[in-house]
């Protein structure tokens, strides 16, 4: 098992920045690809970014893209997603995941097996 927990989420305006934090407890060995997910109000939950533990490679999302970045501390067993130029449609409750397996398709929520509860992100306009 492995347990994660966020945090780092908050209330910024458009063009602002935050840094998103996920600490992961427990079976952390056996995590080999963590994302980064959000789910807006009325929307479906859609992968931002993704990094392959072992080899520190990384996915981004189309709409995230050159603004947010996803890294990790593998001695603090946590993993940021620095999120730059944040736009009114970024909000969303965000969510870290952790998945015991190689991910085929990074971004794919189905992919992950463990995930936290979640930090809110607000920016307005």
């Known amino acids: 098992q492995v347990q994660l927990v966020e945090s780092g989420g908050g209330s910024v305006q458009a063009g602002g920045s935050l840094r998103l934090s996920c600490a992961a407890s427990?079976?952390?060995?056996?995590?080999?690809?963590m994302g980064w997910f959000r789910q807006a109000p009325g929307k479906e939950r859609e992968g931002v970014a993704a990094?392959?533990?072992?080899?520190?490679?990384?996915y981004y999302a189309a709409a995230v893209k050159g603004r947010f970045t996803i890294s990790q501390d593998n001695a603090k067993h946590t993993v940021y997603l620095q999120m730059n130029t944040l736009k009114p449609e970024d909000t969303a409750m965000y969510y870290c995941?952790?998945?015991?397996?190689?991910?085929?398709?990074?971004?794919?929520?189905?992919?992950?097996?463990?995930w936290g509860q979640g930090t809110q992100v607000t920016v307005s306009s």
């Open positions: 990094i392959y533990s072992r080899a520190s490679s990384t």
């Open positions: 427990g079976a952390t060995y056996s995590a080999s690809f």
């Open positions: 995941a952790a998945s015991k397996g190689d991910a085929l398709v990074p971004l794919s929520s189905g992919e992950y097996n463990y």
